[in-house]
């Protein structure tokens, strides 16, 4: 039977989805489970709420397992075929507070700073070191393993792994599967959506709907582009700032506007605060899903002991199909998140790119994409060139490469004079403490 290590399993979100979806696998039913975290207390949550799914889906087949802490790190991982990872270090509280409060004082702003930005480099440099003990482990332990990366900053952390571990890495977002059904749906085009052909590639986040066609191979994007420019001048909407890149550079992305409204220099403007109330931009996003989430999952943790079941539907992630994919040698085709080995012709070699890639018995195989239209190209460089500097910085854990990194951020770099940008990292970095304490 397979084994499968969750690397912080204290997730209340992916571990439900990517386990309970294990669990529901003919192929995988049956695995040993291996759950770790360094928070005993969300361990026992998890515990829980995968033993009622286990219970009440799976006819109790599967092993589960917890381990807590890094001196037990190595048992988890021992023997293990698949290793998901959705680690959070330093958590809500003190880390993602401080990733956006402390910027509000240079009157930098952000929604989500999990991807890009000053709270994406932090993050990014906060988790690079715990994945670089992780890939140690795993090279005694499990060295044939896969590591299925769910953490972000995704292409800062997939990027790493594939270029200075020897760690087999994919890294796995649900906005490609999700990113036409929905706006096919929200530009009243639903009817058009089954049997739909598309291509997607670009980077995490900004991955580009490149080619979009009906059944009947008709192109649909006319009558996006149309629709699109419609909405956005008749109403205010949750899905904006995308909007406008299918007017501006001609195409939609993968992420969402909340997230993306920080990848650039157009929207989060001090200069300008009317632009955050006419594209819709909701500032400080992510701490309000932190909170509303922990609240959430109290009253769901109280639900299950209360009847000690639970039901669970496969959700869309790629990781249980990834699994099946490898283990029978069925092809099973996603878009991931792979080292640009001339994949994307016009982007840099050492960039973690998101390109369609084919799974089977021999791992994953990434496509050949060529060149993307080169304004969507250059978008996309914005963006590689601080993921690539804040690995750099990783590497060498020195200060003056984190400032470089944060210079080269499209949104830092609009806000902030070079000094203030250095001052924000040094602030950052002081109050992020023993989580920053090798970076000098």
């Not at 509000?104 to 932090?122: E, F, N, P, S, V």
């Not at 690079?128 to 992780?134: K, M, Q």
């Not at 650039?264 to 701490?287: A, Q, V």
């Not at 029978?328 to 890639?357: M, Q, R, W």
């Given at each position: ?37 360094i ?32 001196q ?87 990027g790493?792994?594939q ?28 009817d ?25 191979n ?74 509303r989430q922990?609240e ?62 084919l ?8 496509c ?13 460089m ?19 490469d ?8 499209p949104?830092?770099a ?7 940008i ?19």
């Amino acid at each position: 039977m397979p084994k499968i290590t969750f690397m912080g399993a204290g997730s209340t979100v992916f571990v439900r989805s990517v386990l309970g979806d294990c669990m529901l696998s003919p192929v995988l039913c049956d695995s040993q489970m291996a759950l770790y975290d360094i928070d005993p207390d969300r361990l026992a949550e998890s515990e829980l709420i995968l033993g009622a799914i286990n219970k009440s889906c799976n006819d109790g087949r599967a092993a589960i397992k917890t381990y807590c802490g890094p001196q037990n790190r190595k048992d988890a991982l021992r023997g293990a075929d698949f290793v998901v990872n959705a680690i959070q270090v330093g958590f809500y509280d003190p880390c993602t507070i401080i990733d956006f409060e402390i910027p509000k004082k240079y009157r930098l702003r952000q929604t989500i700073a999990d991807t890009l930005g000053i709270g994406g480099i932090m993050r990014g440099l906060r988790t690079i070191p715990v994945l670089r003990e992780f890939a140690d482990d795993m090279a005694q332990v499990c060295p044939g393993a896969w590591f299925l990366n769910y953490t972000n900053p995704m292409s800062i952390l997939t990027g790493y792994m594939q270029r200075h571990t020897p760690v087999k890495t994919v890294g796995l977002c649900h906005s490609v599967q999700t990113c036409s059904e929905r706006l096919l749906s929200d530009l009243g085009m639903s009817d058009r959506a089954d049997g739909r052909k598309e291509l997607i590639a670009g980077i995490n986040h900004m991955g580009w709907l490149l080619e979009i066609y009906d059944r009947d191979n008709n192109d649909l994007y006319p009558e996006i582009r149309r629709r699109a420019a419609e909405k956005n001048a008749a109403e205010k909407h949750k899905d904006m700032v995308r909007y406008e890149y299918i007017k501006h550079f001609g195409y939609y992305c993968t992420e969402s506007s909340e997230h993306n409204a920080e990848y650039n220099p157009f929207y989060i403007k001090s200069r300008y605060p009317e632009l955050i109330d006419r594209f819709g931009i909701p500032l400080d996003e992510y701490p309000r899903r932190c909170i509303r989430q922990i609240e959430s999952w109290k009253a769901d943790k109280e639900n299950i002991i209360k009847s000690a079941e639970r039901g669970h539907s496969r959700s869309h992630e790629y990781a249980s199909r990834i699994m099946e994919a490898m283990i029978t040698g069925t092809p099973y085709k996603i878009g991931g998140n792979v080292l640009n080995t001339g994949l994307i012709e016009n982007l840099p070699s050492d960039a973690c790119v998101e390109v369609p890639c084919l799974v089977d018995g021999s791992g994953v195989t990434p496509c050949h994409v060529g060149k993307l239209p080169p304004v969507l190209a250059a978008m996309n460089m914005t963006n590689i060139n601080p993921q690539i500097l804040t690995i750099e910085a990783a590497v060498t854990r020195r200060k003056e490469d984190i400032y470089r990194a944060a210079m080269l951020d499209p949104h830092t770099a609009a806000e902030l004079s070079i000094d203030d940008i250095v001052g924000l990292c040094d602030d950052l970095i002081e109050a992020h403490g023993d989580y920053m304490k090798m970076y000098n």
